[in-house]
């Protein structure tokens, strides 16, 4: 149905316009890429998908005006909720449900156009089908392993990794039966002599159901730990089906979202795994499965932990010139970036010279712990990268490590049988002194001791980061006052 501005306006407006939101698209991702200039990437993206919207209601009249305003609404009110009630530590499961719907509706939407176009002209190309088949099994394996995903994440699901004979079976079938059924759908007239009909069309709904059931035997043996990479590489899915349902729909600005989103995903989840030093291969059939026992830990820490008090540290913090702070999930949990960062400007304040070590995969997301930091008002300026950061451990007084574990374990440069075996970490040890922020001995998230926290140089402050963070604020400020 051609509506208000396809009356008007020839076709090439819609393309122009398409390519205007592409161009927009692609500059916002460019902006996201510094933090200073994320915010505004942001508001381009959401500019070129509202351009993108809009000239599409209002070229094909696809909505009428009540359920178009109706959607509006539903989705509004859902959108700024989710926006001011999810913590950023939940972020990674709701980035997860957002996969898993951008990737059913790419499914959904390439088989309404195959009804649609059944009912029609009834002219099913090899083109249509054939992208049809792809979106639907890469959008509904997105959907049912974003679910699992997101739920493992949020403890709904078990988190434990599980792989079974059994479960490998189940995955080979589900596979088998999506793609024989994604072949009988693109070559069925000629191979069976008929002209297409509706009756095709349950073919794709049995490419749907198997892929979903694929999606859920895929995510459900992977340990909870590994969602992060999941979800990255789920996101990359999702925008591999949103271009492929753009083939079917022949809409460009949907071909080209989709190639971003699966291209900047598949980007993500290498940097990711490259971090962690893992393959792809190892986070899907492979586990993370550090779990040393009581007895290991034992013989790592008995008689080697020092521990620390505010009192110590505020004394450290007094005669030190060059301060490196590293922070970790545990900061994220706490919620103790505040209190890092007035701890931060007392010591500028008195010309200790200030800055933060950030790994690539401290926290559970990708920029975690730079994102916190930002929103306590730290310059970017201050963030060191691993890189970065790494030689100048020898030339400072003092590492306070709040939150942070796998990220500084040395057993990744020492043993090689460790699960974190090779993962590039953060050599604070190097620094004169260690002081290391965490509630107990307990280990992060690979499951395993750490030797750091028995080093020489190291004392443990041992408290709630965000408590422990206001103690060193409270401290610094008596003393110098
Ligand atoms: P972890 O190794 O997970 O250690 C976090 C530590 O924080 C824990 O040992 C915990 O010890 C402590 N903690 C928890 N709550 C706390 C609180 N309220 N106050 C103070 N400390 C608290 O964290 P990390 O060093 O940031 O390393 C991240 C890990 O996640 C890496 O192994 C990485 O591979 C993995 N990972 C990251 C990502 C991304 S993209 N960031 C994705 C997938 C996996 P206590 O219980 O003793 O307090």
Redesign the pocket.
Known sequence: MAGILAQQLPEQALQFAYLVSGIMFIQGLRDMTHPRTATRGNLISSGGMFLAVAVTILWFEILTPAILAAGLLIGGVVGAYLAVAVETTEMPQLVGLFNGFGGGASAVVAGAELVDVLAGSGDLGVGLTASAAIAAIIGSVTFSGSFVASGKLHGIVGESPVSTNVGHALKVTFLGVALVAGAVLVVQPSLFGGVPTAEWVPVYWVIVAAALLLGIFLVVPIGG?????VISLLNSYSGLAAATTGFVLNNTVLIIAGTLVGAAGMILTII?CE??NRSLANVFFGGLGGDDTAEEMEDIYEGQITETSPEEVTMLLETAERVVIV?????A??Q?QHAVAELVDLLEDSGVDVEFGI????????G?MNALLAEADVPYDKMRELEEVNPTFSQTDLVIV????????PRANEDDDSP?AG?PILNVEDARHVVV??????????GIANPLFARDNTSMLF????A?MQSLVNEYKESNS
Do not use: Q
């Open positions: 730990a590994d969602m992060p990479v990711m971090s962690m922070p970790g999930y545990g900061m949990v706490a103790a790994h690539p995969v401290a926290g559970r997301m990708p975690h709040t939150g942070a574990n796998d990220v500084v374990n974190i993962m922020n965490k509630r107990s001995l307990s280990p992060g998230f690979s408290g709630d980061a965000k422990s």
